[in-house]
């Protein structure tokens, strides 16, 4: 299953709901059953000081899956900014770098 990086800074709102509604782990499990409704999993979250509040790796299904969640709880207010990676495994950069393909760079 793909496996994504997912960085997201609270609004001043969602710092406020994070207080209120049960702290971190209740932040946890929520964001557990948002991916459980796409058929992904959490893998690891962390909460952290500096410009990005959590960091969270997660298995979806796909590309779209992902776009949902983040599109979801981005649209709740709760975030002033979300960003999402997509991570490799080192066999899946072994593929990429056996590939041949052509390519000029400008100027060429």
Same mark, same amino acid.
């Given at each position: 299953?793909?496996?994504?990086?997912?960085?997201?800074?609270?609004?001043?709102?969602?710092?406020?709901?994070?207080?209120?509604?049960?702290?971190?782990?209740?932040?946890?499990?929520?964001?557990?059953?948002?991916?459980?409704?796409?058929?992904?999993?959490?893998? @690891?979250?962390?909460? *952290?000081?500096?410009? +990005?509040?959590?960091?969270? #790796?997660?298995?979806?299904? /796909?590309?779209? &899956?992902?776009?949902?969640?983040?599109?979801?709880?981005?649209? @709740?207010?709760?975030? *002033?900014?979300?960003? +999402?990676?997509?991570?490799? #495994?080192?066999?899946?950069? /072994?593929?990429? &770098?056996?590939?041949?393909?052509?390519?000029?760079?400008?100027?060429?």
């Amino acid at each position: 299953m793909p496996k994504y990086l997912v960085m997201a800074r609270y609004s001043p709102e969602g710092a406020r709901g994070v207080i209120k509604g049960g702290g971190g782990t209740a932040r946890v499990d929520a964001v557990r059953q948002l991916l459980e409704g796409v058929g992904g999993s959490v893998e @690891s979250f962390y909460f *952290a000081f500096g410009g +990005t509040d959590a960091y969270i #790796t997660v298995d979806a299904p /796909d590309n779209a &899956a992902v776009a949902a969640v983040t599109m979801t709880a981005g649209a @709740s207010g709760a975030l *002033a900014a979300i960003e +999402t990676i997509v991570l490799l #495994t080192p066999e899946e950069v /072994d593929d990429g &770098a056996r590939r041949s393909v052509n390519y000029r760079a400008p100027g060429t």
